[in-house]
């Protein structure tokens, strides 16, 4: 939901995924704050280093809590997407998760319940779907152009 301040994005997990979020937020128009939070003070230095406009806090309950963001990017290890996607969700945020949403399929059903319910969006990242390279490889297999593949 964007509001009259721009969108405040909060970006949960700070590993592998978070700083490549923090900067493409960073670089959209609209996006007036980008909030990182990580329990690794180490990563939330780095980013701070890395990316000065970003506030930082080591507890994603206090993004949530306090409603700083209007939407959240779920960038954790996996066994934790579906208690944070919740409790996002529960509190009227809109969820970018990234892949694996759950490590059950029980728990997805019940996020998108719950999305549906609360009238929030919930999305999971599919970082390479609309990637050009992977696409041009899908044709070249469809196409049968590679021979047979044992592996990709």
């Known amino acids: 939901m964007k509001n009259d301040r721009g969108l405040h994005v909060g970006i949960i997990g700070c ?3 978070g700083p490549n979020y923090v900067r493409n937020f960073l670089e959209m128009d609209g996006v007036a704050k980008v909030i990182c939070c990580d329990r ?3 990563q939330l ?3 701070a280093r890395r990316f000065p406009r970003v506030v930082t806090c ?6 949530i809590e306090t409603h700083a963001a209007d939407c959240v990017v779920v960038a954790t290890p996996a066994e934790s997407h579906f208690a944070i996607a919740q409790i996002c ?3 009227d945020i809109d969820v970018l998760v990234e892949k694996p949403m759950t ?5 997805a059903e019940v996020l998108c319940g719950l999305a549906a319910r609360k009238k929030r969006i919930l999305m999971v ?5 609309f990637n050009s390279g992977v696409s041009k490889i899908h044709e070249l297999i469809r196409n049968g152009q590679l021979g047979r593949l044992y592996y990709l």
């Open 15 to 17: 590993g592998y995924w």
């Open 45 to 47: 230095e780095k980013i």
């Open 40 to 42: 690794d003070g180490r």
């Open 125 to 129: 990242a599919h970082t390479f779907l």
């Open 103 to 107: 490590l059950q399929a029980e728990e």
């Open 58 to 63: 080591g507890d994603y309950r206090n993004l």
């Open 89 to 91: 969700l529960e509190n």
